[in-house]
Each structure stands twice: as C-alpha cells, then as structure tokens.
C-alpha cells in the first residue's frame, strides 16, 4: 500500500539539525504512527512521505517554512520577576504554558538577571532545517473511527 491521504503510517526516524546534532529519535522507543493528510506530522516531512511503500528509507532536509516556521525577534519578551510568583527557581532552558488570544503557547527562558527574565515565544525548533532519516514500517488504511478522531490508534498511537 501506498502513503496517501487517510493511511496511517509508521515511520523510524532520526531527527538531526545542520550541525548533526540529533534532536529527537524514535530509537529504542515505538515507531511514530500518524495519519497522512490529517496534519499530524510537519507539512515537509508529509510531502516528502507521499507515495513512498513499507521498507523505503528516505533522507529529507524540511527548510522552516515547511516545519515550525521562520524565528520572530518579535516573540522575545523581558518580564519583571515581580510578574512571576515565585522566580527565584527559574532557570535558562525552562518552558512554561501560558494563556495568548491564539491559545496555549509555550515559551521558553532565554535569559535570566536579578530584575528580569526574558522568554521566548518561538517554537524551539523555528528557524530551524530539520533533517529527517526515516524508514517506513508499516502502512494501512485509517479505521472510519481513527479519521474522525484526527490521529491514529494502537502500538505508537493515542491510547485511550
Ligand atoms: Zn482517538
């Protein structure tokens, strides 16, 4: 079969940035399992995954416009530690959810002084080329139940 619209695919893979750094891995974990079509996965990845069949390897560099975007300077925020309830544990590198009028965002501590704490809004990885090596495992048509869910179910997928 296919990866087309509406399969649900399981992929092994290895995320790298330009410096080879690996950023995430399914190694030793289960494969990821997702379905085409259903904005599952990054459009880059997806478009580069269509038409490929169990058994194919593939290596593909996702520029940020087809991952988690171009970095905006203007997502970078100074904030008073008065605004926080309890500042003294924060450190660089800690994420935090907070509320914005699109929702959840999670921004993340780029710098900390005795006054402020600076965040940021971006995604980690905007700005960022993903290089992806995946092998496809398994491909299968989505149950009627996993396409009315918007994501796929069983061994590397939501369980509930
Ligand atoms: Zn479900």
């Given at each position: 079969m296919q990866i087309a619209d509406g399969t649900v695919v399981s992929i092994n893979y290895t995320l790298t940035d330009d410096e080879n750094n690996v950023i995430d891995s399914s190694d030793g974990g289960e494969p990821l399992t997702y379905i085409h079509g259903?904005?599952?996965?990054?459009p880059g990845l997806e478009k580069a995954l269509s038409g490929k069949t169990m058994g194919d390897r593939l290596e593909v560099a996702v520029p940020p416009q087809e991952a988690y975007g171009l970095r905006d300077d203007g997502l970078s925020q100074v904030i008073s530690r008065s605004r926080f309830e309890s500042s003294q544990d924060i450190e660089i590198g800690m994420q935090f959810q907070t509320p914005t009028e699109d929702g959840v965002t999670v921004v993340t501590v780029t710098a900390v002084d005795a006054e402020n704490i600076t965040v940021d809004a971006n995604h980690p990885l905007a700005g960022i080329t993903l290089h992806f090596s995946v092998e496809v495992v398994a491909v299968r048509a989505a149950t009627a139940e996993e396409m009315d869910h918007g994501h796929a179910h069983g061994p590397g997928g939501h369980h509930h």
């Open positions: 259903a904005n599952n996965i990054i």
